[in-house]
């Protein structure tokens, strides 16, 4: 059979062949311990649960790997750098990304006593940048900033010098852009945002090629207890169903929020990657497959960021994306190294024409 399109893997993936009197989309499996019989089958929830498999298949057809379900997508990174890193190792974070990620490597790593360096998204990355370097965080489209890296040349130089590369790909979701293809040793994401969709549900994974280290995250997350719950994962795979419709309709609203705002006097800062003349739109349009919806701009200061949520009548504050309804979050206050006016904005599934209006009435 030839591949099949993203909307049909994100539709039929996980759940198997149909059986005549079964429902189309069975429901989570919620047991604790199970009868004991099979050597191979499961025993307790903590090991091994119906419904995590059902979603770690569907999703690690779309990512071209092997997926491993957590319970958060700090739970996926925090996952990943405790597996792979040792005592002493030096480790390449981007300084512009989640901050939350720097924040872990500072506080909760601190034990290991990491050689960690910080580089923007857009480097420069000098020669020398990856020696002595045991793994290499990439964040790309960047969070909050949407600033793009070159996942293949970045993933080659890094394997030269004998190092990991692992892709954050929550911005663009599997569909989105696929690390792994580009020579990622690890793509990983936080599953609360695009690819769930509907806010709903706290969720994460890792894919990978290299079956041993998928394995040693599946014990690692046994032994820990960091598991996602199965009704969660459920709403998760019903909700992948319609990644590829939602992620369309946002790359629409944002395409049609980000030519209402160019040359808008209150707006200053406008990015976008799907914009022909944002400055990753080159490598973007090289390496991602689609847009997605969320996209940046600055306003004058943080009063007038309120102010414009406050004339909203559509879009709301909060600090996740990535769902149906429109959101913006002011950045600044989460401590981004960011301007007190800049805005992450993360266009919904609304009518373009309704937001549009919205927007451009909401701005001083």
């Not at 090289?286 to 200061?301: I, T």
């Amino acid at each position: 059979m030839a591949e099949l399109g993203d909307g049909t893997k994100c539709v039929h993936g996980g759940h198997g062949d149909p059986r005549p009197g079964d429902p189309l989309a069975p429901g989570p499996v919620f047991a604790a311990p199970y009868h004991l019989g099979d050597p191979q089958g499961d025993f307790y929830g903590r090991a091994g649960n119906p419904s995590w498999r059902a979603l770690e298949a569907a999703i690690g057809e779309l990512d071209g790997g092997e997926c491993v379900l957590l319970p958060s997508g700090m739970a996926a990174i925090s996952a990943v750098l405790r597996a792979v890193l040792h005592h002493g190792d030096r480790l390449l974070v981007p300084s512009d990304g989640y901050y939350a990620t720097r924040q872990f490597v500072r506080e909760e790593l601190a034990e290991l006593s990491l050689d960690v360096r910080e580089i923007p998204t857009t480097g420069p990355w000098p020669e020398d940048v990856f020696d002595g370097v045991r793994l290499v965080l990439l964040e790309t489209p960047s969070n909050p900033g949407l600033d793009v890296c070159d996942i293949a040349e970045l993933a080659r130089r890094a394997h030269r010098a004998g190092a990991l590369l692992a892709v954050d790909n929550t911005t663009a979701t599997p569909i989105g852009q696929r690390p792994l293809e580009l020579g990622a040793d690890i793509a990983l994401a936080s599953d609360t945002k695009a690819l769930t969709g509907h806010s709903d549900v706290l969720l994460g994974h890792v894919s990978t090629a290299d079956g041993e280290l998928a394995q040693r995250l599946r014990r690692a997350r046994t032994l820990s207890g960091a598991i996602p719950g199965p009704f969660e994962t459920w709403l998760a795979h019903r909700s992948l169903g319609t990644l590829d419709l939602r992620l369309a309709r946002q790359a629409t609203n944002a395409a049609a929020l980000v030519d209402a705002l160019r040359g808008h006097p209150a707006v200053t800062g406008l990015r976008w990657p799907g914009l022909p003349d944002d400055p990753a739109h080159r490598l973007a349009s090289a390496q991602m497959r689609r847009w997605g919806g969320v996209f940046r701009f600055e306003l004058a200061d943080a009063d007038a960021v309120a102010e414009f949520v406050r004339r909203s009548a559509l879009v709301v504050a909060a600090t996740s994306f990535g769902g149906l309804h429109s959101t913006v979050d002011r950045r600044a206050q989460w401590g981004d190294p960011v301007a007190p006016g800049f805005v992450r904005f993360s266009a919904g599934c609304e009518d373009p024409a309704d937001l549009v209006a919205d927007v451009l009435a909401a701005l001083p």
